[in-house]
C-alpha cells in the first residue's frame, strides 16, 4: 500500500506522478501544488496572472524560471501539464488537494481547476482550500485522509 504526499513543487512532482501511474497508489495528497493556471511559455499571460490571482510578481516569475528550463518548451509542457492531464485522467485513487488562499506565488487557482478536473471525469478528489500562505496548511488534516482506511 503505497501512499503519496507532496507539497510546493513537490505536489507538482506527486500530481505529476500520481498522474502518470495512478495504479501505484492507494492514496494521495497534493499540497500546496506549484501549478500556474496559464500557458507558462507566455509572459503575456504570465503577467495577467499575477494580477488576477494577486500573486507576488517577483515570486510568481521566480518560479517561473525555476519550471520553463525543466520542462524544455512549449511542445513539451502541452503534454506535462498536469492540468491539462488532470482532464483526461481516466483513473486515480482518493486524492486530497490542499491550497491556500493567501498562496503568494498564485498557485491556489490551479490547485482549484486541477480539483475542478478531477471531479469532472467523477474521479475521488477532495477539495480543501484553507487560508493562509503558500504552504501553510493543516499537516494533521493531510496525514488523516492519507491513513483512512487504514488499522
Given at each position: 500500500?503505497?501512499?503519496?504526499?507532496?507539497?510546493?513543487?513537490g505536489g507538482f512532482?506527486?500530481?505529476?506522478?500520481?498522474?502518470?501511474h495512478p495504479?501505484?497508489?492507494a492514496?494521495a495528497?497534493?499540497t500546496?501544488p506549484?501549478?500556474?493556471?496559464?500557458p507558462?511559455?507566455s509572459?503575456?499571460?504570465?503577467?495577467?496572472?499575477?494580477?488576477?490571482?494577486g500573486?507576488?510578481?517577483?515570486?510568481?516569475?521566480?518560479?517561473?524560471e525555476r519550471?520553463?528550463p525543466r520542462?524544455g518548451?512549449?511542445e513539451?509542457?502541452?503534454?506535462?501539464?498536469?492540468?491539462?492531464?488532470?482532464?483526461a485522467?481516466?483513473?486515480l485513487?482518493?486524492?486530497?488537494?490542499q491550497?491556500?488562499r493567501?498562496?503568494?506565488y498564485?498557485?491556489?487557482?490551479?490547485?482549484?481547476?486541477?480539483?475542478?478536473?478531477?471531479?469532472s471525469?467523477?474521479l475521488?478528489?477532495?477539495?480543501?482550500?484553507?487560508?493562509?500562505?503558500?504552504?501553510v496548511f493543516?499537516?494533521?488534516r493531510?496525514?488523516?485522509?492519507?491513513l483512512a482506511?487504514?488499522?
Amino acid at each position: 500500500r503505497r501512499l503519496l504526499w507532496g507539497m510546493s513543487q513537490g505536489g507538482f512532482n506527486a500530481a505529476s506522478l500520481l498522474l502518470a501511474h495512478p495504479g501505484l497508489f492507494a492514496r494521495a495528497a497534493v499540497t500546496c501544488p506549484a501549478f500556474y493556471d496559464f500557458p507558462i511559455y507566455s509572459d503575456e499571460e504570465a503577467h495577467r496572472f499575477v494580477a488576477r490571482t494577486g500573486a507576488s510578481p517577483e515570486l510568481a516569475w521566480w518560479g517561473l524560471e525555476r519550471l520553463r528550463p525543466r520542462v524544455g518548451g512549449p511542445e513539451a509542457w502541452a503534454k506535462e501539464d498536469p492540468l491539462v492531464r488532470a482532464e483526461a485522467a481516466r483513473q486515480l485513487p482518493p486524492t486530497l488537494v490542499q491550497a491556500t488562499r493567501g498562496d503568494e506565488y498564485g498557485f491556489f487557482a490551479g490547485a482549484e481547476r486541477f480539483t475542478a478536473a478531477l471531479a469532472s471525469r467523477g474521479l475521488p478528489a477532495t477539495w480543501a482550500p484553507e487560508p493562509g500562505g503558500h504552504c501553510v496548511f493543516d499537516a494533521a488534516r493531510a496525514a488523516d485522509f492519507l491513513l483512512a482506511g487504514n488499522p
